[in-house]
């Protein structure tokens, strides 16, 4: 199985918005709305952000809202904070195992 | 308090066999899935594959079928990841994590464990 494919990095300055896409095919993303969304820090362990494609779990800012269109999920952040800077990795279920996307490093400038 | 805690880092050579341990508290270790997250040295996440402890139900991802071998001890709430002969490609970070069901997201992660294979 491949990789869901994402950029590997975007930039935003603080209070602007960020989209991060995450393309798959039928067998994945497109094919089941089990799409999540992480952010790592470095050095930490990832965070659920977003699940079910558009689900934020309790205590994520509403800053953070997902969608998805035929084989393409995306990640938007608006209000950019400094904070926010880390890698995001989208993830989906497909079919009898889970896959990742490659990571997006989101530079706050 | 839900908690994944994980073995801590490793040293082997390559050949060695390993296994590395994720303990879970907090929660009913055998109503959720526990899967193994492999990170490469600067490199993105990759799912290896989830163990169900209550009825030890194991499903791998293609890429690391065979390769590796998840079990799970539910008499002490612990899952294993473990290599019967390591490569220097396996160095890497590897997390645990738990999800109540195959579509359900990872929703605790373990802290890690650093495996680092050199001669």
């Known amino acids: 199985q491949s990789a869901l494919t994402q950029p590997r990095s975007v930039s935003g300055s603080p209070g602007q918005s960020v989209t991060i896409s995450c393309t798959g095919t039928s067998s994945d993303v497109g094919g089941y709305n089990y799409v999540s969304w992480y952010q790592q820090h470095p050095g930490k362990a990832p965070k659920l952000m977003i699940y079910?494609?558009?689900k934020r779990p309790s205590g994520v800012p509403d800053r953070f809202s997902g969608s998805k269109s035929g084989n393409t999920a995306s990640l938007t952040i608006s209000g950019l904070q400094a904070e926010d800077e880390a890698d995001y990795y989208c993830?989906?279920?497909?079919?009898?195992?889970?896959?990742f996307g490659g990571g997006t490093k989101l530079t706050v400038l | 308090e839900v908690q994944l805690v994980q073995s801590g880092a490793e040293v082997k050579k390559p050949g060695e066999s390993l296994k590395i341990s994720c303990k879970g508290s907090g929660y009913s270790f055998t109503s959720y899935w526990i899967g193994w997250v492999r990170q490469m040295p600067g490199k993105g996440l990759e799912w290896m594959g989830i163990?169900?402890?209550?009825?030890?139900?194991?499903r791998y991802s293609p890429s690391f079928q065979g390769q590796v071998t998840i079990s799970a001890d539910k008499s002490i709430s612990t899952a294993y990841l473990q290599w019967s002969s390591l490569k220097a490609s396996d160095t890497a970070m590897y997390y645990c994590a738990r999800h109540a069901s195959m579509v359900t997201p990872f929703d605790y992660w373990g802290q890690g464990t650093l495996v680092t294979v050199s001669s």
């Open positions: 163990i169900y402890p209550g009825d030890s139900d194991t």
């Open positions: 993830c989906s279920y497909a079919g009898s195992y889970t896959v």
């Open positions: 079910d494609v558009s």
